[in-house]
């Protein structure tokens, strides 16, 4: 392994992440030797010669690489988190002798959604969750164990909704894109997951209602703007990538993620880049 304590973020594109900026800031602040970097393989099997390689100590991977993620760490024996295998995600990978693989995209999205509100109960009425790839299934696994009960899986494509109903169980239900207006009837939560989505009817969301979206280019999305036309208390997606990179550090570095406001970092990047 190189001496050189480096890690990276993964994934295909990566120009836009701004991981390396939010772990530049706590390497800094905690005064520690190392370097997180953006790694872009362009296929699959690039990414799977990256990881042999023994250049990085770990890496977290973004899309389209979770599952070949999960993959790679299966075939290396690695140790695996519960949540990777409950999801079939990887989005971090801690390297060396004996591989780690997790994913700590539940725990980040969880801990934004706490920040917003911290006494938010799971239970009380339906979850939609648009998308169906890894970084739904780690949305999906987390408000099960948070204790939602009715969860609403909507995706364009139908049969990738239906996988994910029949995977986790009862209580879980399959929607197309076209029927998002009426999945969300009565919701009290609406995650998405995906890419950008047409902004749909949310009047019918119950009262109080809280929407995600995990994306964070743009900030506001066309789906944050309906939500607040609407009344709702809205979570953007910058608060759930620091909440996925605070475990990242700690199994990356060793080193809880010191106070420093990466978030106003990353607002200052992200008006700079317009």
């Given at each position: ?141 987390a408000v099960q164990v948070e204790g939602s009960t009715d969860i609403r899986v909507v995706n364009r494509t139908l049969a990738r909704a239906e996988t994910l109903s029949q ?58 703007e309906a939500a607040q036309a609407s009344g709702l208390r809205t979570v953007d997606g910058l608060a759930m990538l620091i909440g996925q990179a605070r475990p990242s550090f ?25």
């Amino acid at each position: 392994m190189n001496s050189v304590r480096t890690a990276a973020v993964v994934g295909l594109p990566i120009d836009h992440s701004l991981s390396p900026l939010i772990h530049t800031a706590w390497l800094q602040a905690a005064g520690l030797q190392g370097h997180y970097a953006a790694l872009a393989p362009n296929t699959s099997q690039a990414l799977v010669e990256l990881l042999d390689s023994g250049t990085l100590i770990g890496c977290n991977v973004t899309a389209p690489y979770k599952g070949d993620a999960y993959h790679w760490a299966l075939d290396r024996q690695a140790e695996m988190g519960a949540e990777a295998l409950r999801t079939g995600s990887v989005n971090l990978l801690i390297l060396g002798d004996r591989v780690r693989a997790e994913s700590t995209d539940g725990q980040g999205m969880i801990a934004a959604i706490r920040a917003r509100d911290p006494a938010h109960d799971f239970s009380w009425g339906p979850t939609v969750i648009v998308g169906a790839g890894g970084a739904a299934c780690a949305a999906l696994h987390a408000v099960q164990v948070e204790g939602s009960t009715d969860i609403r899986v909507v995706n364009r494509t139908l049969a990738r909704a239906e996988t994910l109903s029949q995977r986790f169980g009862p209580g879980v239900s399959a929607w197309s894109l076209d029927q998002l207006g009426s999945a969300v009837a009565g919701a009290s939560m609406l995650i998405n997951a995906a890419s950008q989505i047409a902004s749909p009817d949310l009047s019918a969301m119950a009262r109080g209602a809280l929407v995600m979206d995990m994306t964070y280019r743009p900030l506001q999305t066309p789906l944050l703007e309906a939500a607040q036309a609407s009344g709702l208390r809205t979570v953007d997606g910058l608060a759930m990538l620091i909440g996925q990179a605070r475990p990242s550090f700690l199994a990356l570095f060793g080193c809880e993620a010191p106070d420093v406001d990466v978030r106003s970092l990353c607002l200052r990047a992200l008006e700079q880049c317009g």
